[in-house]
């Protein structure tokens, strides 16, 4: 709210003329994946209809947590965080007269949320072809478990599966595995592929929305929970890509076995994330240590040398935290500029005063249920914020509103324009994107923006090159611009080699700002201003900018400065003590969770941004948390806090409402299989399978909820028998039968998957020096949309390219810049 003469006013809603259809999960497996998608939208001013069965309505009505312990449909925690701002319908879609009330629904709706089974759809009569055939302008979101149109796409699957089946699982903990046999793959804490996928729905929703805008048309966007997981694997992807086996760093990733340095270490009072690998924070911990003789031994000299005797270092780590507090540690580290965060409890994170002074948490009155608490949006609009404007609906409570006038709803949203046809221009032509980038998150995000159309100028400089041009290795060969994981990161753009603490490097920079739509940054908090390009100065040079700022702890807060990663920013968001052994301390998460996580929310957050700016002629800032986003992607936990008190730790593959649910054991070396159970009949079509049907009828598992109160048990007993089967075997068995099952993968057995070979995911793209190679391109399929992909550039490759054609500078006065030094 704002305060215009005198009076508060509403304000300005980002999405606002924007009309949602979200429908229900059918399947027993909790999926969140439309309703949070949706969400998204909602926060940001967008109308959203929520279509519920009747009855117990959406899944996550019953699933809690809930205050008292009593449960109540409308009370249910994760139900207030998933439907703020939207509106609830019941129609049971299994009714062909109440099918006929959706479809004037979805005549004036943009775009629809769709999360179940193709083959549900298809019977049901809401299969995508038949809803973009009726509504030619509607974009028709599948949000499925393996896609719809892939091989994969009738089967089962869910948060356990999607996470084993990409590789992220394999490789959880993060080097903290020593006993193969009884230290499983892990999940991560929560249900992060749900979310994960929500927030490559919603991306790609507003994708579909701008090529909807430039060519009048609709389409399908096909999203699966699979992919959107796989696309965290691509820094693993890349080793791989650019490596053969032998070298030790495709062998860090091919394999479960603590190999490396683990991301948490415990400390006098808990544990905190520590890393000084490279060569900056290296020395700076020599500064801290007081420049120990150790420290100056060759092996320990250059990077790869360091990553070689890791071993030794961690040695020492572990010897010095011990005598350390959390807040001791960080506070050192930081003092010294070397990242390092405290592993936060959900009650800790709630209580942290850099959470309390950027306001994320947000509370309102709920007719219902009281007052409300819950983890807000994780980017900060400085001019459409995110804002709960009423909260989540009461079941059905809009039945009468919106069913019994749908007559007078036809045609109120944009989809009034004169129809249009598909095209191959691309959706973000004509957008152009000032990219400070680097390492993972913003650049990732704008390779998407690239693939789309955009104009990405990468402004870099080999004065202070991206750390990860120099990570990894190709061929063996550690050179520059030759690192594989670089590569997979950074496609669909163009590179200019810019040293900014010159005057002349800097005006360069404003110049070419002007020209832009969009700046892209991921600096320590100041660092852009001390150049002169921080938000204020650049919308003095084009007042319709619009910049989007990453941190690990966002720009304001008593922690704004902190030195981060995206994996420190797990311990701090609350993540990894969610995430680990029952009964264990915490575990750091394969993939630099959640960098990738973070880029696909960029994604949507500055496509939010274009949309209202394309409207109103109005920028503004956008200011990124990482953590911010990591704790908004565990409502379980944060609601389960704030509703009942609750504070608890690592539950390993375990649900709270589902059982068995884990990864069991098969015949062979370290394989094994995701099985997810979400009700009685599965039980017993599983127990059939593993030639144990006398289990079904056991009173200890005979129902849900005798399964989770014996779950150890049940566990032995389910991986004593799945011992016996291969692992592939095993899973065809189990899919046959309907169940939600897959195979555990390590990076090998992901690209070794024929189905994922032939997702479109994976494409070749030359590199100038690294030449040909497989590179993971985007998640989401678009029906009429051919995303634009070449291989990513060598550093400054494009300068005299874009200083021509965007500045218009001479051969002259490039050479000039070239001979100061302002072009290096």
Same mark, same amino acid.
């Given at each position: 709210m704002s305060k215009d003469n005198g009076e508060y006013r509403e304000s300005p809603k980002a999405l606002d003329g924007i009309h949602v259809v979200e429908l229900p999960c059918l399947d027993t497996i909790p999926f969140m994946a439309g309703a949070m998608a949706a969400k998204l939208f909602a926060d940001f001013g967008a109308e959203v209809i929520k279509v519920e069965p009747p009855g117990a309505g959406a899944k996550e009505r019953q699933l809690g947590p809930f205050r008292d312990g009593r449960p109540d449909p409308e009370t249910s925690g994760l139900h207030l965080f998933l439907n703020t701002n939207k509106q609830s319908v019941t129609l049971d879609l299994e009714s062909p007269r109440d099918r006929e009330l959706l479809f004037p629904l979805l005549e004036s709706a943009d775009i629809v949320f769709n999360p179940n089974l193709p083959a549900l759809n298809v019977r049901l009569g809401?299969?995508?072809?038949?809803?973009?055939?009726?509504?030619?302008?509607?974009?028709?979101?599948?949000? $499925?478990?393996f896609g719809a149109e892939s091989a994969y796409r009738n089967f089962r699957g869910g948060d356990l599966v999607a996470t084993h089946m990409s590789g992220v699982g394999w490789g959880t903990p993060w080097n903290q595995v020593t006993d193969l046999a009884n230290e499983p793959p892990l999940k991560m804490g929560g249900r992060q592929s749900d979310y994960l996928c929500a927030y490559t729905a919603a991306a790609s929703a507003m994708i579909a929305l701008f090529h909807r805008d430039a060519t009048g048309a609709g389409q399908h966007v096909d999203v699966s929970q699979w992919l959107s997981m796989v696309n965290m694997m691509r820094a693993a992807m890349g080793i791989y890509s650019h490596e053969s086996p032998g070298n030790p760093i495709y062998d860090r990733v091919a394999k479960r076995i603590k190999r490396g340095s683990p991301w948490v270490y415990p400390c006098k009072d808990g544990w905190v994330t520590f890393a000084a690998g490279g060569d900056r924070f290296w020395n700076a911990w020599k500064l801290l240590m007081g420049n120990p003789a150790w420290m100056n031994q060759e092996i320990f000299s250059t990077p790869t040398l360091r990553t070689d005797n890791v071993e030794q270092i961690e040695a020492k780590i572990r010897d010095w935290l011990p005598a350390l507090t959390r807040q001791e540690a960080f506070e050192k *580290?930081?003092?010294?500029? /070397?990242?390092?965060?405290?592993?936060?409890?959900?009650?800790?994170?709630? *209580?942290?005063?850099?959470?309390?002074?950027?306001?994320?948490?947000?509370?309102?009155?709920?007719?219902?249920?009281?007052? =409300?608490?819950?983890? +807000?949006?994780?980017?900060?609009?400085?001019?459409?914020?995110?804002? =709960?404007?009423? +909260?989540?609906?009461?079941?059905?409570?809009?039945?009468?509103?919106?069913?019994?006038?749908?007559?007078?709803?036809?045609?109120?949203? !944009?989809? *009034?324009?004169?129809?249009?046809?598909?095209?191959?221009?691309?959706?973000?032509? +004509?957008?152009?994107?000032?990219?400070?980038?680097? /390492?993972?998150?913003?650049?990732? #995000?704008?390779?998407?923006?690239?693939?789309?159309?955009?104009?990405?100028?990468?402004?870099?400089?080999?004065? %202070?090159?991206?750390? /990860?041009?120099?990570?990894?290795?190709?061929?063996?060969?550690?050179?520059?611009?030759?690192?594989?994981?670089?590569?997979?990161?950074?496609?669909?753009?163009?590179?200019?080699?810019?040293?900014?603490?010159?005057?002349?490097?800097?005006?360069?920079?404003?110049?070419?700002?002007?020209?832009?739509?969009? =700046?892209?940054?991921?600096? $320590?908090?100041?660092?852009?201003?001390?150049?002169?390009?921080?938000?204020?100065?650049?919308?003095?040079?084009?007042?319709?900018?619009?910049?989007?700022?990453?941190?690990?702890?966002?720009?304001?807060?008593?922690? !704004?400065? @902190?030195?981060?990663?995206?994996? $420190? @920013?797990?311990?701090?968001?609350?993540?990894?003590?969610?995430?680990?052994?029952?009964? +264990?301390?915490?575990?750091? /998460?394969?993939?630099?969770?959640?960098?990738?996580?973070?880029?696909?929310?960029?994604?949507?957050?500055?496509? @939010?941004?274009?949309?209202?700016?394309?409207? @109103?002629?109005?920028?503004?800032?956008?200011?990124?948390s990482m953590a911010e986003m990591v704790t908004s992607m565990i409502p379980e936990a944060m609601m389960d806090y704030f509703m009942t008190g609750r504070d608890e730790?690592?539950?390993?593959?375990?649900?709270?409402?589902?059982?068995?649910?884990? %990864?069991?054991?098969?015949?062979?070396?370290?394989?094994?299989?995701?099985?997810?159970?979400?009700?009685?009949?599965?039980? %017993?079509?599983?127990?059939?399978?593993?030639?144990? #049907?006398?289990?079904?009828?056991?009173?200890?598992?005979?129902?849900?909820?005798?399964?989770?109160?014996?779950?150890?048990?049940?566990?032995?007993?389910?991986?004593?028998?799945?011992?016996r089967f291969g692992r592939e075997e095993l899973v065809a068995r189990l899919r046959e039968r309907g169940l939600s099952a897959g195979p555990v993968y390590n990076i090998e057995g992901l690209l070794h998957d024929e189905v994922f070979a032939n997702s479109g995911m994976l494409v070749k793209l030359n590199h100038r020096v690294a030449g040909e190679r497989t590179i993971p391109v985007l998640p989401p399929r678009f029906s009429a949309i051919e995303p634009r992909y070449w291989g990513a550039p060598t550093t400054g490759e494009q300068t005299d390219q874009v200083l021509t054609e965007l500045l218009g500078l001479g051969p002259d006065e490039i050479a000039k810049l070239h001979e100061e030094h302002v072009l290096v």
């Open positions: 809401i299969g995508w072809r038949r809803l973009v055939e009726r509504f030619p302008k509607l974009v028709a979101v599948s949000v $499925t478990y *580290a930081q003092g010294h500029h /070397i990242p390092c965060f405290p592993v936060y409890s959900p009650a800790e994170v709630a *209580a942290n005063p850099q959470y309390a002074a950027r306001h994320f948490f947000v509370e309102h009155d709920h007719p219902v249920a009281g007052k =409300v608490t819950m983890p +807000g949006a994780p980017c900060k609009f400085s001019g459409t914020p995110s804002r =709960v404007r009423r +909260g989540a609906p009461r079941l059905g409570e809009h039945n009468r509103e919106l069913l019994g006038e749908q007559s007078k709803r036809a045609g109120i949203s !944009a989809r *009034a324009q004169e129809p249009g046809h598909s095209s191959k221009k691309l959706p973000l032509s +004509g957008v152009r994107i000032i990219d400070f980038g680097w /390492i993972f998150a913003v650049p990732h #995000a704008t390779a998407w923006l690239g693939a789309m159309g955009a104009d990405v100028v990468r402004i870099e400089t080999s004065r %202070a090159p991206d750390m /990860i041009r120099r990570s990894t290795s190709a061929d063996g060969q550690v050179l520059f611009n030759r690192s594989g994981v670089f590569n997979v990161v950074n496609f669909s753009r163009r590179s200019i080699a810019l040293d900014l603490t010159k005057p002349q490097g800097r005006e360069v920079a404003r110049r070419l700002v002007k020209l832009g739509d969009v =700046v892209s940054e991921n600096f $320590t908090v100041g660092n852009m201003r001390k150049y002169g390009l921080g938000y204020d100065d650049l919308r003095k040079i084009k007042p319709d900018i619009i910049m989007l700022s990453c941190t690990p702890l966002g720009q304001d807060g008593p922690y !704004a400065r @902190t030195v981060g990663w995206g994996p $420190t @920013t797990q311990a701090f968001a609350g993540l990894c003590h969610l995430t680990g052994y029952p009964g +264990g301390g915490p575990s750091g /998460i394969a993939a630099a969770w959640p960098d990738f996580a973070v880029s696909v929310g960029i994604v949507y957050f500055i496509l @939010t941004a274009l949309h209202h700016r394309n409207r @109103t002629g109005q920028g503004q800032h956008l200011d990124v730790g690592p539950k390993g593959n375990r649900d709270d409402s589902m059982a068995p649910h884990g %990864a069991f054991p098969v015949s062979g070396d370290d394989e094994w299989v995701a099985i997810a159970i979400a009700a009685d009949d599965e039980f %017993a079509a599983l127990c059939e399978v593993l030639g144990a #049907a006398p289990l079904a009828a056991d009173p200890k598992f005979a129902r849900v909820a005798d399964r989770l109160r014996n779950v150890d048990l049940l566990e032995r007993e389910v991986a004593a028998r799945t011992r």
